[in-house]
């Protein structure tokens, strides 16, 4: 299942507070945590973690970057482009697993000979 396009995933708040969305919550966050697991693996056996950092007042991370193909398929990626790199967010905070490693899930657009091309996501809408 893909965080990104999941439509079971509760939408509004109110809906969170039903048992039925509470139920939903716990299931997506379940099967987010084994994505991450599942990932954090694909990176080690293919020399995919980066020690990024240390930031400003921020220690250094270890991150697992792993490309997610059109077909919602794994890869390696061959470049990390510097708006993919892991670091801390505007607001200063970072989340932190000490002595762990970060899953970051890179989605890639269409293959172009020699570039590599990440797909637009988000939760707003995108203007191209």
Same mark, same amino acid.
């Given at each position: 299942?893909?965080?990104?396009?999941?439509?079971?995933?509760?939408?509004?708040?109110?809906?969170?507070?039903?048992?039925?969305?509470?139920?939903?919550?716990?299931?997506?966050?379940?099967?987010?945590?084994?994505?991450?697991?599942?990932?954090?693996?694909?990176?080690?056996?293919?020399?995919?973690?980066?020690?990024?950092?240390?930031?400003?007042?921020?220690?250094?991370?270890?991150?697992?970057?792993?490309?997610?193909?059109?077909?919602?398929? !794994?890869?390696?990626?061959?470049? &990390?482009?510097?708006?993919?790199?892991? /670091? =801390?967010?505007?607001? +200063? $905070?970072? %989340? !932190?697993?000490?002595?762990?490693? &970060?899953?970051?899930?890179?989605?890639? /657009? =269409?293959?172009?000979? +020699? $570039?590599? %091309?990440?797909?637009?996501?988000?939760?707003?809408?995108?203007?191209?």
């Amino acid at each position: 299942m893909s965080a990104e396009g999941d439509s079971s995933l509760p939408r509004r708040y109110a809906d969170l507070l039903t048992d039925q969305g509470q139920a939903r919550l716990r299931e997506w966050t379940r099967v987010y945590a084994e994505q991450n697991v599942e990932d954090i693996e694909f990176a080690k056996a293919a020399g995919a973690i980066v020690t990024e950092g240390p930031w400003e007042g921020h220690p250094a991370q270890d991150v697992a970057y792993v490309g997610i193909n059109l077909l919602d398929e !794994r890869v390696v990626l061959t470049a &990390i482009c510097a708006v993919w790199r892991f /670091g =801390p967010d505007a607001n +200063g $905070m970072m %989340v !932190r697993k000490p002595g762990g490693v &970060i899953a970051r899930r890179v989605y890639l /657009g =269409p293959s172009l000979p +020699g $570039m590599v %091309v990440g797909r637009a996501q988000g939760q707003a809408p995108v203007q191209g």
